[in-house]
């Protein structure tokens, strides 16, 4: 398994209880797919440079998880075929530098 870093983008215009389905339907996604969340960050609202659909700003999460190679690809599809997901991104996170003793 990889480590990935994601990053969600959920509509602005949902209530603090529908954006927590939200997130908690992300995480069903990803462990439907095998993955597994190691660290999860609710940045909140932010505003964009230019607008998305008609939406100037958004609710941004950033969680770290690992999940399969070959999953990546339906994770992202199912993620961004939500309706209250405006953006969603996978990165494959850096390798962490060793430290010498």
């Known amino acids: 398994m990889n480590t990935y870093e994601l990053m969600l983008i959920i509509n602005p215009q949902l209530t603090d209880t529908e954006i927590g389905e939200a997130v908690e339907k992300a995480k069903k996604t990803l462990t439907d797919e095998k993955g597994e969340v190691l660290a999860e960050d609710r ?9 998305v659909g008609k ?19 339906p994770l992202l599809h199912n993620l961004k075929l939500q309706e209250t997901v405006l953006r969603a991104m996978l990165m494959k996170a850096a390798a962490e530098p060793v430290k010498k003793a």
Do not use: Q, T, W
């Open 55 to 73: 939406n100037r700003d958004g609710y941004y999460v950033y969680m770290k998880v690992k999940a399969l190679p070959e999953s990546v690809r």
């Open 43 to 51: 940045i909140g609202r932010k505003k964009f440079s230019h607008s």
